[in-house]
């Protein structure tokens, strides 16, 4: 009975144009310049900070790190 009553169902496919991608923008290409200038400035920042600075702060957390140990006992007999 369902087979009797069948219809034939054509489709159509139209293409679209695909949106073409934007191109980089004058402010991302100024925020990836100065992005690589802080990445290549991080090491000479960093070499600035000296130990005093940081040797509390690693001895707190790791009292057996080679910059607690290193020099340990001239600062001991300093005090």
């Given at each position: 009975?369902?087979a009797?009553r069948a219809?034939s169902?054509?489709?159509?496919a139209e293409?679209k144009?695909?949106?073409?991608?934007?191109?980089?923008s004058?402010a991302?290409?100024?925020?990836?310049?100065?992005t690589?200038?802080?990445?290549l400035?991080a090491?000479?920042?960093?070499a600035?900070?000296?130990?005093?600075?940081?040797?509390?702060?690693?001895?707190?957390g790791?009292?057996?790190?080679?910059i607690?140990l290193?020099?340990?006992?001239?600062?001991?007999?300093q005090?």
């Open positions: 009975m369902l009797s219809r169902v054509s489709v159509r293409a144009a695909q949106p073409k991608a934007p191109k980089a004058l991302r290409a100024a925020a990836a310049v100065v690589t200038m802080a990445l400035a090491p000479v920042i960093a600035e900070v000296s130990n005093d600075t940081v040797r509390p702060a690693v001895c707190a790791n009292p057996t790190a080679k607690c290193k020099g340990s006992f001239e600062r001991s007999q005090n």
